[in-house]
């Protein structure tokens, strides 16, 4: 009965810890991250997602996510109203972590405002 309840303690902490890795297939969509810049206690970054420039913000990260394309899928999509943009789209990096960002702003220019 002891090795029992052993094994189960060893083993829980490492089923609890062990997440499921994302499927790159379900990662379907690419942004283009054009900027990055870290404020505060959140990144702010400006990216092209399906011909559309986006500013994407998360209160996640400490430090400014490199340029470049990743991998990603909508978390989010908005509620019905058609002038509204709800979006949270997840990125998927090379080491197989994923983080979230919402959409925070829409259209062209944004990575010179973005720095302000």
Known sequence: MRSVALAVLLFTPSAIFAATK?????YNLTVHVQCSFTR???ERLVATVDGKQLEL???TAILPLALGDYKARVEEKSGGKSFEIDQTYELLFPNG???SFT???VGT?????AAD
């Not at 994302?22 to 379900?26: E, H, I, V, W, Y």
């Not at 220019?109 to 405002?113: A, E, F, K, T, V």
């Open 103 to 105: 959409v925070s702003g």
């Open 40 to 42: 505060g206690t959140g």
């Open 57 to 59: 913000t998360t209160f």
């Open 97 to 99: 972590q994923v983080r």
């Open 109 to 113: 220019g944004l990575c010179s405002s």
């Open 22 to 26: 994302p499927n790159p297939a379900d």
